[in-house]
Protein backbone atom coordinates (compact mmCIF):
# COMPACT_ATOMS: atom_id res chain seq x y z
CA UNK A 1 0.00 0.00 0.00
CA UNK A 2 1.07 3.43 -0.79
CA UNK A 3 2.95 5.06 2.09
CA UNK A 4 1.54 8.79 2.65
CA UNK A 5 4.00 11.23 4.15
CA UNK A 6 3.68 15.09 5.28
CA UNK A 7 6.98 16.93 5.28
CA UNK A 8 8.14 20.57 5.89
CA UNK A 9 10.01 21.90 2.87
CA UNK A 10 9.40 24.08 -0.07
CA UNK A 11 7.27 21.92 -3.04
CA UNK A 12 9.76 23.56 -5.53
CA UNK A 13 13.02 21.93 -4.62
CA UNK A 14 11.43 18.17 -3.94
CA UNK A 15 13.11 15.43 -5.89
CA UNK A 16 9.89 13.83 -6.16
CA UNK A 17 9.36 12.02 -9.13
CA UNK A 18 6.32 14.20 -10.13
CA UNK A 19 4.91 16.82 -8.00
CA UNK A 20 0.82 17.43 -8.23
CA UNK A 21 -0.51 20.91 -8.11
CA UNK A 22 -3.99 22.42 -9.17
CA UNK A 23 -5.99 24.53 -11.07
CA UNK A 24 -9.47 26.20 -11.03
CA UNK A 25 -11.00 26.23 -13.84
CA UNK A 26 -11.15 29.64 -15.39
CA UNK A 27 -8.33 31.11 -13.90
CA UNK A 28 -5.78 32.79 -15.98
CA UNK A 29 -2.72 33.08 -13.34
CA UNK A 30 -1.99 30.34 -10.82
CA UNK A 31 -1.69 30.69 -7.36
CA UNK A 32 -0.35 29.06 -4.24
CA UNK A 33 1.30 26.38 -4.84
CA UNK A 34 0.87 25.95 -8.53
CA UNK A 35 1.85 29.70 -8.75
CA UNK A 36 4.98 29.00 -7.01
CA UNK A 37 5.74 25.66 -9.43
CA UNK A 38 4.63 28.24 -12.51
CA UNK A 39 7.56 30.76 -11.64
CA UNK A 40 10.23 28.27 -10.91
CA UNK A 41 9.63 26.48 -14.35
CA UNK A 42 9.29 30.16 -15.83
CA UNK A 43 5.61 30.95 -16.28
CA UNK A 44 4.98 27.10 -18.11
CA UNK A 45 2.14 26.59 -16.54
CA UNK A 46 0.59 30.10 -17.92
CA UNK A 47 1.77 29.92 -20.99
CA UNK A 48 -0.53 26.56 -21.32
CA UNK A 49 -3.55 28.32 -19.69
CA UNK A 50 -3.28 31.15 -22.38
CA UNK A 51 -3.06 28.77 -24.93
CA UNK A 52 -6.10 26.78 -23.59
CA UNK A 53 -4.13 23.60 -23.79
CA UNK A 54 -4.96 24.07 -19.27
CA UNK A 55 -8.79 24.27 -18.58
CA UNK A 56 -8.92 23.54 -15.11
CA UNK A 57 -11.92 21.55 -15.76
CA UNK A 58 -12.84 19.07 -12.77
CA UNK A 59 -11.12 16.03 -13.66
CA UNK A 60 -8.70 17.56 -15.86
CA UNK A 61 -5.02 15.77 -16.08
CA UNK A 62 -2.14 17.01 -17.43
CA UNK A 63 0.92 16.09 -16.85
CA UNK A 64 4.31 18.32 -18.12
CA UNK A 65 8.47 17.86 -17.95
CA UNK A 66 10.21 20.57 -15.74
CA UNK A 67 13.50 19.26 -18.01
CA UNK A 68 15.76 20.20 -15.24
CA UNK A 69 14.86 23.56 -14.45
CA UNK A 70 13.14 22.21 -10.91
CA UNK A 71 14.11 18.63 -9.39
CA UNK A 72 11.31 17.27 -9.68
CA UNK A 73 11.36 15.50 -13.30
CA UNK A 74 7.29 16.25 -13.64
CA UNK A 75 4.26 18.32 -12.88
CA UNK A 76 0.86 16.91 -13.08
CA UNK A 77 -1.75 19.58 -12.87
CA UNK A 78 -4.89 18.40 -12.09
CA UNK A 79 -8.34 20.43 -12.47
CA UNK A 80 -10.39 21.23 -9.70
CA UNK A 81 -13.68 22.51 -11.78
CA UNK A 82 -15.40 25.81 -10.32
CA UNK A 83 -13.90 27.14 -7.38
CA UNK A 84 -17.37 28.05 -6.03
CA UNK A 85 -18.21 24.21 -6.44
CA UNK A 86 -14.84 23.10 -4.26
CA UNK A 87 -14.87 21.08 -1.59
CA UNK A 88 -13.34 18.24 0.16
CA UNK A 89 -15.18 15.49 -1.92
CA UNK A 90 -13.53 17.54 -5.20
CA UNK A 91 -10.42 16.69 -3.58
CA UNK A 92 -11.21 12.89 -2.55
CA UNK A 93 -11.97 12.53 -5.90
CA UNK A 94 -9.14 14.12 -7.85
CA UNK A 95 -7.00 12.64 -5.56
CA UNK A 96 -7.93 9.26 -6.66
CA UNK A 97 -7.59 10.09 -9.99
CA UNK A 98 -4.13 11.55 -9.96
CA UNK A 99 -2.65 8.51 -8.02
CA UNK A 100 -4.06 5.81 -10.28
CA UNK A 101 -2.59 8.06 -13.23
CA UNK A 102 0.42 8.40 -11.72
CA UNK A 103 0.92 4.59 -11.00
CA UNK A 104 0.55 3.56 -14.58
CA UNK A 105 2.94 6.55 -15.95
CA UNK A 106 5.36 4.43 -13.92
CA UNK A 107 5.79 7.16 -11.16
CA UNK A 108 7.27 5.45 -7.49
CA UNK A 109 7.26 8.61 -5.46
CA UNK A 110 5.26 11.90 -6.13
CA UNK A 111 4.35 14.72 -3.65
CA UNK A 112 1.75 17.24 -3.68
CA UNK A 113 0.39 20.51 -2.59
CA UNK A 114 -2.52 20.60 0.00
CA UNK A 115 -5.48 21.52 -2.64
CA UNK A 116 -7.52 23.89 -0.94
CA UNK A 117 -5.59 24.76 1.81
CA UNK A 118 -3.19 26.62 1.09
CA UNK A 119 -5.67 29.13 -0.42
CA UNK A 120 -8.02 29.36 2.63
CA UNK A 121 -10.77 27.64 1.11
CA UNK A 122 -10.38 24.40 3.37
CA UNK A 123 -9.28 23.03 6.63
CA UNK A 124 -5.73 22.31 6.31
CA UNK A 125 -6.40 18.84 8.17
CA UNK A 126 -9.81 18.40 6.39
CA UNK A 127 -8.04 18.79 3.09
CA UNK A 128 -4.66 16.24 4.08
CA UNK A 129 -7.66 13.91 5.39
CA UNK A 130 -9.51 14.22 1.86
CA UNK A 131 -5.92 13.18 -0.27
CA UNK A 132 -5.34 10.12 2.08
CA UNK A 133 -8.86 8.75 1.14
CA UNK A 134 -8.86 9.55 -2.32
CA UNK A 135 -5.15 8.54 -2.74
CA UNK A 136 -5.19 5.32 -0.66
CA UNK A 137 -9.34 4.00 -2.08
CA UNK A 138 -8.38 5.75 -5.73
CA UNK A 139 -5.19 2.87 -5.69
CA UNK A 140 -7.17 -0.36 -4.95
CA UNK A 141 -7.24 -3.08 -6.81
CA UNK A 142 -8.61 -6.47 -6.33
CA UNK A 143 -6.58 -9.45 -8.22
CA UNK A 144 -6.53 -12.32 -6.04
CA UNK A 145 -7.35 -14.67 -8.55
CA UNK A 146 -6.12 -13.39 -11.52
CA UNK A 147 -2.47 -15.90 -12.22
CA UNK A 148 -1.10 -14.24 -14.73
CA UNK A 149 -0.32 -10.35 -15.40
CA UNK A 150 -0.27 -8.83 -18.41
CA UNK A 151 3.20 -6.04 -19.01
CA UNK A 152 1.22 -3.34 -18.71
CA UNK A 153 -0.74 -4.38 -15.75
CA UNK A 154 -0.97 -2.06 -12.78
CA UNK A 155 0.41 -4.80 -10.55
CA UNK A 156 3.76 -4.09 -12.62
CA UNK A 157 3.54 -0.48 -11.21
CA UNK A 158 3.28 0.68 -7.78
CA UNK A 159 3.35 4.08 -6.67
CA UNK A 160 4.95 3.62 -3.36
CA UNK A 161 5.01 6.91 -1.77
CA UNK A 162 3.01 10.19 -2.01
CA UNK A 163 3.88 13.08 0.43
CA UNK A 164 2.47 16.22 1.08
CA UNK A 165 4.65 19.21 1.33
CA UNK A 166 4.30 22.23 3.51
CA UNK A 167 6.54 25.57 4.00
CA UNK A 168 4.69 26.31 6.65
CA UNK A 169 5.41 24.57 10.18
CA UNK A 170 2.45 25.65 11.93
CA UNK A 171 -0.07 23.84 9.38
CA UNK A 172 2.52 20.22 9.87
CA UNK A 173 0.70 18.92 12.46
CA UNK A 174 -2.91 19.25 11.24
CA UNK A 175 -1.76 17.91 8.08
CA UNK A 176 -0.54 14.82 9.78
CA UNK A 177 -3.60 14.21 11.87
CA UNK A 178 -5.55 14.47 8.84
CA UNK A 179 -3.83 12.09 7.09
CA UNK A 180 -3.45 9.72 9.50
CA UNK A 181 -6.93 10.01 9.48
CA UNK A 182 -8.14 9.65 6.22
CA UNK A 183 -5.52 6.57 6.22
CA UNK A 184 -7.92 4.86 8.92
CA UNK A 185 -10.64 5.86 7.38
CA UNK A 186 -9.61 4.42 4.03
CA UNK A 187 -8.02 1.32 4.98
CA UNK A 188 -11.35 0.39 6.85
CA UNK A 189 -13.48 0.52 3.74
CA UNK A 190 -10.87 -1.26 1.71
CA UNK A 191 -11.76 -4.23 4.17
CA UNK A 192 -15.69 -4.04 3.19
CA UNK A 193 -14.74 -3.72 -0.58
CA UNK A 194 -12.26 -7.04 -0.15
CA UNK A 195 -14.81 -8.71 1.79
CA UNK A 196 -17.77 -7.60 -1.39
CA UNK A 197 -15.49 -8.66 -4.06
CA UNK A 198 -14.61 -12.17 -2.98
CA UNK A 199 -16.43 -14.73 -4.36
CA UNK A 200 -19.30 -16.34 -2.42
CA UNK A 201 -17.24 -19.77 -1.95
CA UNK A 202 -14.54 -18.16 -0.40
CA UNK A 203 -16.58 -16.11 1.58
CA UNK A 204 -19.53 -18.34 3.47
CA UNK A 205 -20.94 -16.69 6.83
CA UNK A 206 -18.35 -18.73 8.47
CA UNK A 207 -15.29 -16.95 6.37
CA UNK A 208 -17.27 -14.07 7.33
CA UNK A 209 -17.01 -14.80 11.37
CA UNK A 210 -13.28 -15.40 10.55
CA UNK A 211 -12.44 -12.39 8.91
CA UNK A 212 -14.11 -10.23 11.77
CA UNK A 213 -12.50 -12.12 14.49
CA UNK A 214 -8.92 -11.42 12.85
CA UNK A 215 -9.87 -7.77 12.84
CA UNK A 216 -11.18 -7.78 16.21
CA UNK A 217 -8.34 -9.57 17.30
CA UNK A 218 -5.95 -7.16 15.47
CA UNK A 219 -8.53 -4.06 17.26
CA UNK A 220 -8.64 -5.47 20.72
CA UNK A 221 -12.16 -5.90 20.84
CA UNK A 222 -14.07 -8.39 22.23
CA UNK A 223 -16.40 -10.26 19.24
CA UNK A 224 -19.04 -13.39 20.22
CA UNK A 225 -20.07 -15.51 17.46
CA UNK A 226 -23.03 -17.56 17.59
CA UNK A 227 -24.10 -20.49 15.66
CA UNK A 228 -26.84 -22.95 14.78
CA UNK A 229 -27.13 -23.90 17.58
CA UNK A 230 -26.82 -20.67 19.92
CA UNK A 231 -29.63 -19.15 17.14
CA UNK A 232 -31.89 -22.37 18.28
CA UNK A 233 -31.58 -21.83 22.06
CA UNK A 234 -32.40 -18.00 21.73
CA UNK A 235 -35.27 -19.32 19.52
CA UNK A 236 -34.30 -17.46 16.26
CA UNK A 237 -36.79 -18.57 13.89
CA UNK A 238 -36.14 -16.49 11.01
CA UNK A 239 -32.06 -16.46 10.68
CA UNK A 240 -32.78 -20.35 10.75
CA UNK A 241 -35.31 -20.47 8.47
CA UNK A 242 -33.42 -18.01 6.06
CA UNK A 243 -30.19 -20.44 6.58
CA UNK A 244 -32.29 -24.31 6.32
CA UNK A 245 -31.27 -24.52 2.66
CA UNK A 246 -27.58 -23.93 2.82
CA UNK A 247 -25.04 -26.17 3.51
CA UNK A 248 -23.44 -23.52 5.46
CA UNK A 249 -23.60 -22.38 8.55
CA UNK A 250 -25.75 -19.57 9.77
CA UNK A 251 -23.13 -16.95 12.21
CA UNK A 252 -24.58 -14.13 14.31
CA UNK A 253 -21.48 -11.53 14.95
CA UNK A 254 -21.50 -9.10 17.69
CA UNK A 255 -17.97 -7.05 17.69
CA UNK A 256 -18.04 -4.82 20.99
CA UNK A 257 -16.61 -1.63 21.09
CA UNK A 258 -16.54 -0.01 24.33
CA UNK A 259 -15.44 3.60 24.34
CA UNK A 260 -17.52 5.19 27.20
CA UNK A 261 -17.75 2.12 29.48
CA UNK A 262 -18.89 4.08 32.45
CA UNK A 263 -22.11 5.15 30.84
CA UNK A 264 -23.73 2.29 28.91
CA UNK A 265 -26.80 3.42 28.01
CA UNK A 266 -24.40 6.16 25.68
CA UNK A 267 -24.67 3.40 23.09
CA UNK A 268 -25.47 2.31 19.22
CA UNK A 269 -25.66 -1.26 17.39
CA UNK A 270 -24.92 -1.19 13.66
CA UNK A 271 -26.52 -3.90 12.83
CA UNK A 272 -25.61 -4.79 8.86
CA UNK A 273 -27.36 -7.86 6.68
CA UNK A 274 -24.32 -10.64 5.52
CA UNK A 275 -26.63 -12.80 3.06
CA UNK A 276 -22.76 -14.08 1.81
CA UNK A 277 -24.76 -15.60 -1.14
CA UNK A 278 -28.36 -14.98 -1.84
CA UNK A 279 -30.08 -17.11 -4.82
CA UNK A 280 -33.69 -16.37 -3.44
CA UNK A 281 -33.97 -19.51 -2.07
CA UNK A 282 -37.46 -21.02 -3.56
CA UNK A 283 -38.85 -18.14 -4.96
CA UNK A 284 -35.43 -18.37 -7.06
CA UNK A 285 -33.83 -14.99 -8.72
CA UNK A 286 -32.96 -14.83 -12.63
CA UNK A 287 -29.91 -16.12 -13.40
CA UNK A 288 -29.43 -12.35 -14.97
CA UNK A 289 -26.42 -10.81 -12.92
CA UNK A 290 -27.12 -13.35 -9.93
CA UNK A 291 -23.58 -12.89 -9.53
CA UNK A 292 -23.74 -9.36 -8.18
CA UNK A 293 -25.78 -11.59 -5.02
CA UNK A 294 -21.94 -12.45 -3.62
CA UNK A 295 -22.27 -8.77 -2.39
CA UNK A 296 -25.70 -8.92 -0.61
CA UNK A 297 -23.16 -8.93 2.85
CA UNK A 298 -22.12 -5.65 1.48
CA UNK A 299 -24.29 -3.97 4.40
CA UNK A 300 -22.38 -6.82 7.21
CA UNK A 301 -19.17 -5.94 5.15
CA UNK A 302 -19.24 -2.11 5.87
CA UNK A 303 -20.40 -2.94 9.24
CA UNK A 304 -16.98 -5.16 9.73
CA UNK A 305 -15.05 -2.16 8.29
CA UNK A 306 -16.83 0.65 10.31
CA UNK A 307 -15.55 -1.13 13.90
CA UNK A 308 -12.46 -1.09 12.59
CA UNK A 309 -12.09 2.12 12.18
CA UNK A 310 -13.99 3.22 15.02
CA UNK A 311 -11.76 0.68 17.36
CA UNK A 312 -8.73 2.85 16.12
CA UNK A 313 -10.00 6.41 15.77
CA UNK A 314 -11.36 5.69 19.40
CA UNK A 315 -14.63 8.18 19.82
CA UNK A 316 -16.51 8.10 23.30
CA UNK A 317 -19.35 6.07 22.67
CA UNK A 318 -20.53 2.22 22.94
CA UNK A 319 -20.88 0.78 19.83
CA UNK A 320 -21.89 -2.61 18.96
CA UNK A 321 -21.72 -4.23 15.27
CA UNK A 322 -23.59 -7.05 14.76
CA UNK A 323 -23.74 -9.20 11.59
CA UNK A 324 -26.13 -12.16 10.99
CA UNK A 325 -24.35 -13.97 8.08
CA UNK A 326 -26.35 -16.98 6.33
CA UNK A 327 -26.49 -17.87 2.83
CA UNK A 328 -29.62 -17.89 1.19
CA UNK A 329 -30.17 -20.88 -1.19
CA UNK A 330 -33.01 -23.81 -2.57
CA UNK A 331 -32.50 -27.35 -1.63
CA UNK A 332 -35.33 -29.64 0.15
CA UNK A 333 -34.93 -28.19 3.37
CA UNK A 334 -35.33 -25.00 2.24
CA UNK A 335 -38.09 -22.46 3.87
CA UNK A 336 -40.84 -22.19 0.92
CA UNK A 337 -43.58 -19.49 0.35
CA UNK A 338 -46.62 -19.76 2.56
CA UNK A 339 -44.39 -21.04 5.35
CA UNK A 340 -45.08 -19.14 8.34
CA UNK A 341 -42.13 -18.84 11.09
CA UNK A 342 -41.92 -17.13 14.44
CA UNK A 343 -38.89 -14.37 15.18
CA UNK A 344 -36.97 -14.25 18.46
CA UNK A 345 -39.10 -11.29 19.92
CA UNK A 346 -42.36 -13.67 19.10
CA UNK A 347 -43.35 -12.05 16.28
CA UNK A 348 -44.99 -14.91 13.89
CA UNK A 349 -44.21 -13.88 9.92
CA UNK A 350 -45.68 -15.48 6.97
CA UNK A 351 -43.68 -16.13 4.71
CA UNK A 352 -45.12 -14.45 1.32
CA UNK A 353 -41.55 -15.01 -0.84
CA UNK A 354 -38.15 -16.23 0.16
CA UNK A 355 -36.53 -13.75 -1.82
CA UNK A 356 -37.01 -11.47 1.01
CA UNK A 357 -34.99 -12.75 3.08
CA UNK A 358 -32.51 -10.06 4.28
CA UNK A 359 -35.47 -8.42 6.52
CA UNK A 360 -35.57 -11.72 8.16
CA UNK A 361 -32.30 -11.99 9.92
CA UNK A 362 -32.26 -8.36 10.19
CA UNK A 363 -35.61 -8.97 12.69
CA UNK A 364 -33.64 -11.98 14.56
CA UNK A 365 -30.44 -9.79 14.83
CA UNK A 366 -31.96 -6.49 15.72
CA UNK A 367 -34.25 -8.51 18.22
CA UNK A 368 -30.95 -10.15 20.08
CA UNK A 369 -28.97 -7.22 20.58
CA UNK A 370 -32.06 -5.00 21.90
CA UNK A 371 -32.62 -7.57 24.47
CA UNK A 372 -28.66 -8.42 25.46
CA UNK A 373 -27.56 -5.23 25.49
CA UNK A 374 -30.28 -2.80 25.66
CA UNK A 375 -29.44 -0.42 22.85
CA UNK A 376 -30.51 2.75 22.72
CA UNK A 377 -30.17 3.17 19.16
CA UNK A 378 -30.27 1.44 15.83
CA UNK A 379 -29.12 1.27 12.48
CA UNK A 380 -29.47 -1.47 10.09
CA UNK A 381 -27.48 -1.30 6.46
CA UNK A 382 -28.32 -3.55 3.81
CA UNK A 383 -29.20 -4.46 0.14
CA UNK A 384 -32.08 -4.55 1.01
CA UNK A 385 -34.53 -4.15 -1.94
CA UNK A 386 -34.47 -3.65 -5.88
CA UNK A 387 -36.79 -1.12 -5.62
CA UNK A 388 -34.49 1.89 -3.97
CA UNK A 389 -32.37 0.96 -7.40
CA UNK A 390 -35.59 2.11 -9.53
CA UNK A 391 -36.31 4.84 -6.85
CA UNK A 392 -32.86 6.50 -6.86
CA UNK A 393 -30.85 4.67 -9.23
CA UNK A 394 -27.04 3.76 -8.86
CA UNK A 395 -26.44 7.43 -7.09
CA UNK A 396 -27.44 7.24 -3.67
CA UNK A 397 -28.98 4.81 -0.71
CA UNK A 398 -32.31 5.03 0.74
CA UNK A 399 -32.37 6.30 4.34
CA UNK A 400 -35.73 5.76 6.65
CA UNK A 401 -36.37 5.66 9.99
CA UNK A 402 -38.63 5.94 13.42
CA UNK A 403 -35.83 8.46 15.14
CA UNK A 404 -35.88 12.03 12.65
CA UNK A 405 -32.80 12.57 15.00
CA UNK A 406 -30.97 9.54 14.22
CA UNK A 407 -31.66 10.31 10.35
CA UNK A 408 -30.51 13.88 10.44
CA UNK A 409 -27.53 12.16 12.03
CA UNK A 410 -27.17 10.01 9.31
CA UNK A 411 -27.80 12.24 6.30
CA UNK A 412 -25.47 14.98 8.35
CA UNK A 413 -22.55 12.06 8.11
CA UNK A 414 -23.54 11.07 4.34
CA UNK A 415 -22.85 14.74 3.43
CA UNK A 416 -19.31 14.81 5.40
CA UNK A 417 -17.97 11.58 3.54
CA UNK A 418 -19.96 12.92 -0.28
CA UNK A 419 -21.68 8.85 -0.07
CA UNK A 420 -25.22 10.24 -0.89
CA UNK A 421 -28.61 9.08 0.57
CA UNK A 422 -31.45 10.35 0.60
CA UNK A 423 -34.72 10.08 3.09
CA UNK A 424 -37.65 8.21 2.13
CA UNK A 425 -41.15 8.42 4.13
CA UNK A 426 -42.58 5.71 6.45
CA UNK A 427 -46.01 6.53 6.24
CA UNK A 428 -48.95 4.90 8.43
CA UNK A 429 -50.75 3.98 5.32
CA UNK A 430 -47.88 1.93 4.02
CA UNK A 431 -48.06 -0.67 6.56
CA UNK A 432 -50.85 -1.87 5.22
CA UNK A 433 -49.44 -3.73 2.46
CA UNK A 434 -47.26 -5.95 5.24
CA UNK A 435 -50.96 -7.76 6.55
CA UNK A 436 -50.86 -10.89 6.59
CA UNK A 437 -54.13 -13.42 6.86
CA UNK A 438 -52.32 -15.97 9.09
CA UNK A 439 -49.55 -14.09 10.86
CA UNK A 440 -48.63 -11.27 12.43
CA UNK A 441 -46.97 -9.72 9.53
CA UNK A 442 -46.26 -10.64 6.47
CA UNK A 443 -42.50 -10.31 4.92
CA UNK A 444 -43.32 -8.75 1.45
CA UNK A 445 -45.80 -5.96 1.05
CA UNK A 446 -46.01 -5.86 -3.05
CA UNK A 447 -44.15 -3.74 -5.70
CA UNK A 448 -45.33 -0.44 -4.72
CA UNK A 449 -43.36 1.36 -2.28
CA UNK A 450 -40.76 -1.91 -2.25
CA UNK A 451 -38.07 -0.46 -0.15
CA UNK A 452 -40.72 1.95 2.14
CA UNK A 453 -42.05 -1.90 3.18
CA UNK A 454 -39.66 -3.55 3.85
CA UNK A 455 -38.27 -1.33 6.40
CA UNK A 456 -41.51 -1.24 7.59
CA UNK A 457 -41.19 -4.72 8.29
CA UNK A 458 -37.74 -4.31 9.81
CA UNK A 459 -39.78 -1.39 11.99
CA UNK A 460 -41.64 -4.52 13.62
CA UNK A 461 -38.99 -5.58 15.28
CA UNK A 462 -36.98 -2.27 16.80
CA UNK A 463 -39.95 -1.10 19.22
CA UNK A 464 -38.47 0.99 22.19
CA UNK A 465 -35.03 2.04 20.03
CA UNK A 466 -34.15 5.04 18.07
CA UNK A 467 -34.19 3.67 14.64
CA UNK A 468 -32.75 4.68 11.06
CA UNK A 469 -32.26 1.78 8.14
CA UNK A 470 -30.16 2.16 5.08
CA UNK A 471 -30.91 -0.03 1.97
CA UNK A 472 -27.38 -0.08 -0.44
CA UNK A 473 -28.66 -1.77 -2.98
CA UNK A 474 -27.63 0.69 -5.63
CA UNK A 475 -24.68 1.95 -4.30
CA UNK A 476 -22.70 -1.31 -3.35
CA UNK A 477 -21.04 -1.63 -6.50
CA UNK A 478 -19.66 0.53 -9.05
CA UNK A 479 -19.88 0.07 -12.86
CA UNK A 480 -17.28 2.08 -13.44
CA UNK A 481 -13.78 3.54 -12.14
CA UNK A 482 -13.80 7.48 -11.44
CA UNK A 483 -12.18 9.47 -8.78
CA UNK A 484 -11.90 7.08 -5.58
CA UNK A 485 -14.06 4.76 -6.51
CA UNK A 486 -12.94 1.75 -8.32
CA UNK A 487 -15.39 -0.93 -10.23
CA UNK A 488 -16.60 -3.04 -8.11
CA UNK A 489 -17.22 -3.27 -4.31
CA UNK A 490 -17.56 0.60 -3.45
CA UNK A 491 -17.17 -0.39 0.44
CA UNK A 492 -20.66 2.39 1.21
CA UNK A 493 -21.57 3.15 3.40
CA UNK A 494 -18.22 2.12 5.95
CA UNK A 495 -17.56 5.90 6.02
CA UNK A 496 -20.47 7.68 6.80
CA UNK A 497 -21.13 5.10 9.46
CA UNK A 498 -17.26 5.91 11.34
CA UNK A 499 -18.77 9.38 10.81
CA UNK A 500 -21.79 8.51 12.16
CA UNK A 501 -20.44 7.35 15.49
CA UNK A 502 -17.92 10.12 15.98
CA UNK A 503 -20.67 12.83 15.35
CA UNK A 504 -23.33 10.91 18.14
CA UNK A 505 -20.11 10.67 20.62
CA UNK A 506 -19.69 14.83 20.37
CA UNK A 507 -23.73 14.93 20.93
CA UNK A 508 -24.58 12.40 23.09
Known amino acids: MTVINVEKGDITKSPSDAIVVNLFEGVASPEGGTGAIDKALGGAISELIKEKEITGKLGESTLIHTLGKIPAKRILIMGLGKREK ?126 ASAMAQEAGIPIEILGREDLMQNEMGAMLAVSAGSANEPQLIIMEYLGDPENPENNIALVGKGITFDSGGISIKPSASMWEMKGDMSGGASVIGAMKGISELKPKINVYGVVPAVENMPSGTAQRPGDIIRAMNGKTIEVDN ?55 AVLSASKSTDEKMWQLPLFEEYKRQNHSDYADVKNTGGRPAGSITAALFIGEFTEGVEWAHLDIAGTFLSEKTTGHMIKGATGVPTRTLIKLVEDLAQTS
Open 86 to 211: FSTSVVRSISGHAARYLRQKGIKHAASITHGAGIGQLDTSDSAQAIAEGVTLGLYEFKNYQSKKSESSSNEKSLESFTLIEQDEGRISALKAGVVRGSVISTSALLARNLVNEPANVVNPVKMAQV
Open 354 to 408: TDAEGRLILADAISYIRHTKNVRRVVDIATLTGAIVIALGHVASGVMGTSQTLVD
